[in-house]
């Protein structure tokens, strides 16, 4: 059983080989030719192919020849095959060509050996099928692997039975067995060598990365630090220490150039512990520093960096003066650049002789030195920021101060253009408002909004009074000076006299922009000068009446002595007595006359009591009733409870009578009234009632005010001036000549008088007297001695 599967199985075995023999020998040569050359031509192509792919590495001028002879070995191969000549001479051939392909293609990389062995060598292992006279032997050795092909002449029967099933086996199978194992093993040895290749370059690329990261966290490092402060002297020193921790170096320097952004800034520096005494040591003076600091910014100008080492040649005097005084083995000088301009150099030093700074350093340090300039830059925007803060803070200071101060200035003069009764005005070029102050508001009755921007035109004013205002104004801008003047006009029923002035004040461009104008109202001022000018001339007529009538009284004394005299001797039978009596009545009427002048003037005599004004006015009702014509009606309106006054009661009645009978003769033939009314008024300082003809002097406080209406003709604003004048007279009715005595009374009694009167509506007298229990002390002396004992 065993027997036969062996059997079976080699002929199974043998069968591919036995079934290409019996093509061979059905075919003969043209089979062989045509597949040798078959493989000549495909293994040629396949060379070429792999030489445009991946191009093979230069071949050695021995390897080149024997490549060529293999060619032209299986080139006579190939001719050979076509005749029929001896097997031996065939076999010989195809033996020397057998060993020829690996001796060529052995050195060469992997995908030409596989072409050597596959389509060199098959044509040599083909022709031994066919010739059945190839004894193949396998040679291998460290350098090359091949096939030694021997043949000979045998006989037929020996060659199917013996030589050819084991020999064709180990020809076909232990060469490429050999070849295989050989392959595969430089394709280890190939792999090997591109993993190798790949680690390299894996430790290459990881040791970049490591340097890359090492100087990313370096950076970091550094900037986070250096960021931790923005005081220019701090961020020098921490720029230099970190440049020292980077580099490794033992000491570093960092020169502002001046003048630059550092300002001011003193130079930093940093040491590290190895470094020696004389790296910590500081140039001797500025002569020695500053040519080398010129010289270095100098040569950086074209170059990236500078490096210094002590067996350098080549260096200045002044570099190798600076290495020998610091003690410095090596030395880098880095630019710091801001914006493109140098601002300073930083020096870093070491005093290891065999330090030397790598590509790597120079890349570190300039990143450090562009951190610098960024840290530089910050440091001296927040020094320039500092510095306009502290010039702003001392503005706003001096701002605030000179605002406080005009504040206080303004609300000084807001309180004293509030409470002056004067009117200010600030005006435009065109006339219209930019500032009023408050009286202004008060006067106008109205609110500020309503008044800025608007003329006087615009605000009601007179036009005539507009018209004064605007020329004064043109005036004032016209001539750069101030311009004064008075005027009088007429607002919401009120007659105003005020006195302006007009003041023009420049502005930026030098010229007149706006206009203040102060505006006081002179109107009682005004009436006071006439007061004063009627109390001058009153006072003058009434000298001279008190004069005139102290003579009459004197001469009326004599007169009315001597026919007192005569009628005491005459008796009535006597025509004379009649003539005398009538004499006596005529100097009796003239010395009331007199009285009345003396009471014009004030300095009659008077008997002051206390009065009781309204048992008064009714006691001699009907006699004021008489003296007023039969169409006149007398109404009487007397205020209960009316307190007393002190004063005459002749004189007191004598002003009644002279105001009714004034009344009267103001009525004329018409139909009219005559009212007197009596009131208690208080007057509060400030209220008093004008105008006042007299009492300018009225003192605020209790008052009985005495009232004699009439609806009568009335009087204009010209003749009411004149109606205390003596002896004013016109030629028509309504001119009391008693008026002038009715002033004098109430001057006499230190009242007050006030006149209101309206063509064609009538006239009202107000008499305002003190109360008996607020009378003032300078009118106690006219009381008689039993007054003043009832009063105490």
Known sequence: MGRTSFTDFWRWFTSPFQWIQGVGQRHQARFFTELSLGMIVFGLLFLLIQAMVAPPPPWHATQVRLMLGALVINLFLYLFSSTRHQNLAAGAAIALASAVPFLVAWPLSQPYQVAALYFLVLPVVFSSIFYRSLVAIAVASANMAGVLALAWLLPGAL?????????????????????????????????????????????????????RLKEQTILRRASTIVSTTLELEEVLRLIAEQMGFAMDASSVRLYPLQPGPTGDAPPADYFSDRATPAERTVPADAATL??????????????????????????????????????????????????????????????????????????????????????????????????????????????????????????????????????????????????????????????????????????????????????????????ETAIAGELQYDFRDRAYWVESIFIPVQGEQGTAQTVVAAMRDISERKRSEELLRQAHKMESLGIMASGIAHDFNNLLAAVLGQNSLALMKLSQEEPARAHVEKANRAAEQAARLTQQMLAYSGRGSFSLSVLDLNGLIRQHSSTFQAALPPQAKLEMDLAPDLPPIHADATQIQQLLMNLILNAGEAIGQEHGRVAVRTRTVALQAGELPHPLYAGENLAPGQYVRLTVEDDGCGMDAETLTRIFDPFFTTKFTGRGLGLAVVLGIVQGHQAGIQVHSEVGVGTTFHIYFTVADEIPGYLRSFLDPEDHRGDT
């Open 290 to 479: 500053e040519p080398l600091l010129a010289e270095a910014a100098g040569l950086l100008e074209t170059q990236e960096v500078l490096t210094l080492a002590r067996e350098q040649s080549g260096l200045t005097d002044l570099q190798r003066a600076y290495l020998q005084h610091h003690d410095l083995a090596v030395a880098m000088v880095l630019p710091i650049r801001l914006d493109g301009t140098l601002i300073a150099l930083a020096i870093i030093g070491d005093s290891r002789p065999r330090r030397d700074f790598s590509r790597e350093d120079l890349g570190l340090g300039l990143s450090l030195a562009q951190l610098a300039a960024v840290a530089i830059r910050n440091a001296r925007l927040y020094r320039q920021a500092q510095q306009e803060i502290a010039e702003r803070k001392q503005a706003e200071s001096q701002l605030r101060k000179v605002a406080s101060e005009l504040e206080q200035q303004t609300r000084m003069l807001d309180t004293v253009f509030a409470s002056t009764p004067d009117h200010y005005y600030v005006l435009d070029r065109s006339g219209h408002f930019l500032y009023v102050n408050p009286p202004v508001l008060r006067f106008l009755r109205r609110q500020a909004e309503e008044v800025l921007g608007k003329s006087w035109r615009d605000l009601g004013f007179p036009a005539a009074a507009c018209e004064v205002f605007e020329r004064q104004m043109a005036q004032a801008l016209a001539q």
């Open 159 to 211: 060659r199917a039975q013996v030589l050819t099933g084991p020999l064709l086996f180990l020809a076909l199978s232990v060469p490429f067995v050999l070849v295989a194992a050989r392959y595969y093993r430089h394709m280890e040895l190939y792999h090997v060598r591109q993993i190798e290749g790949h680690e390299a370059h894996l430790r290459r690329a990881v040791a970049d990365t490591r340097s």
